[in-house]
């Protein structure tokens, strides 16, 4: 009787298991071993032709003019990071504390932090597409408003805001996200330390750098990680906002897109080079891995030293 009982956990071990693997396995690991593969060969459509070797690799980071739109996407992505850095975490951060202390509304204040989270981003895309509208859009519209007409522009049309203003849109979309993971380590820690720096000093400022924000260290491994992760996987919102070209002039132009462009086409640029593609999709990959790995294990390290 009970090797049946062990038998039939077995099964039901297996029946859990082995669906979620062969999930991951056909869409997500056969797919990056594949890029691996291609990468090495010449393509003419879809179709494999002769082996290349490391020719791809060599095209995209000193042939011209691939290099120039590789380093151009990069440079905004690492810009999309640093920015998201101090906007989405830095302010997800700060509504956190504010939430944690408990101020008037903070129930309320929960939900509506995180509600731009659960809305799809095809939605906040074109929102705030109206919202950059330069004619009838809310924020020309309030700028004229308040008397402020020369600050009034086409937002999304122009090389100098259009970046920006996408970034804006991300880090109005997300900001829930590291709101909570930061009040959830703000909630775990101990009432007799606070009790005990409430004694020492009335500052909320040296409450925060002391206590605070040392002992909310596992929670900004895991946002900071994310986000790196994130931001150089950025897609949706600079391709519906600014198109598959990282309109204007490549202003927003990223690694996502240019991924896409290099191994699909589009509409103006006829060129596909699945080979290239390819190379460029290993790249971005085996970048975003080493770079998680080194944040993860040196922010980890921090958590020990703390």
């Given at each position: 009787?009970?090797?049946?009982?062990?038998t039939g956990r077995g099964l039901w071990i297996t029946f859990l298991i082995v669906p979620p693997l062969a999930f991951?396995?056909?869409?997500?690991?056969?797919?990056?071993?594949?890029?691996?593969?291609?990468?090495?060969?010449?393509?003419?459509?879809?179709?494999?032709?002769?082996?290349?070797?490391?020719?791809?690799f060599h095209t995209v980071l000193f042939v011209e003019p691939y290099r120039s739109w590789t380093l151009n996407a990069f440079k905004n992505n690492i810009i999309v990071f640093f920015a998201l850095m101090v906007l989405q975490n830095g302010l997800g951060f700060i509504l956190a504390y504010?939430?944690?202390?408990?101020?008037?509304?903070?129930?309320?204040?929960?939900?509506?932090?995180?509600?731009?989270?659960?809305?799809?981003?095809?939605?906040?895309?074109?929102?705030?597409?109206?919202?950059?509208?330069?004619?009838?859009?809310?924020?020309?519209?309030?700028?004229?408003?308040?008397?402020?007409?020369?600050?009034?522009?086409p937002w999304l049309g122009q090389s100098g805001t259009a970046l920006w203003s996408i970034i804006a849109a991300q880090a109005w979309h997300m900001v829930g996200f590291p709101t909570l993971v930061f009040l959830a380590g703000m909630q775990r820690i101990p009432g007799e330390i606070l009790d005990a720096v409430r004694m020492e000093t009335e500052s909320e400022w040296?409450?925060?750098?002391?206590?605070?924000?040392?002992?909310?260290?596992?929670?900004?491994?895991?946002?900071?990680?994310?986000?790196?992760?994130?931001?150089?996987?950025?897609?949706?919102?600079?391709?519906?906002?600014?198109?598959?070209?990282?309109?204007?002039?490549?202003?927003?132009?990223?690694?996502?897109?240019?991924?896409?462009?290099?191994?699909?086409?589009?509409?103006?640029?006829?060129?596909?080079?699945?080979?290239l593609g390819s190379a460029l999709a290993v790249l971005i990959f085996l970048f975003i891995a080493a770079i998680a790995t080194v944040i993860t294990v040196r922010l980890r390290a921090r958590e020990i030293q703390i």
């Open positions: 009787m009970p090797k049946l009982r062990m991951v396995a056909l869409f997500i690991v056969y797919p990056i071993i594949s890029a691996f593969a291609y990468a090495f060969f010449d393509w003419q459509g879809l179709k494999r032709l002769d082996f290349v070797g490391l020719e791809n504010a939430l944690w202390r408990e101020l008037p509304g903070a129930r309320f204040h929960r939900i509506a932090v995180f509600l731009p989270v659960v809305l799809s981003t095809i939605i906040v895309a074109y929102l705030f597409k109206l919202f950059y509208h330069p004619l009838f859009g809310v924020v020309n519209i309030s700028l004229r408003g308040l008397g402020l007409d020369g600050l009034a522009q040296v409450k925060i750098t002391q206590i605070v924000w040392p002992l909310v260290a596992p929670s900004a491994t895991i946002v900071f990680t994310l986000l790196f992760v994130g931001a150089f996987n950025w897609f949706e919102l600079p391709y519906i906002m600014g198109g598959l070209d990282g309109s204007p002039f490549g202003s927003t132009d990223v690694l996502g897109l240019y991924f896409y462009r290099t191994a699909f086409g589009n509409v103006s640029a006829g060129q596909q080079d699945f080979g």
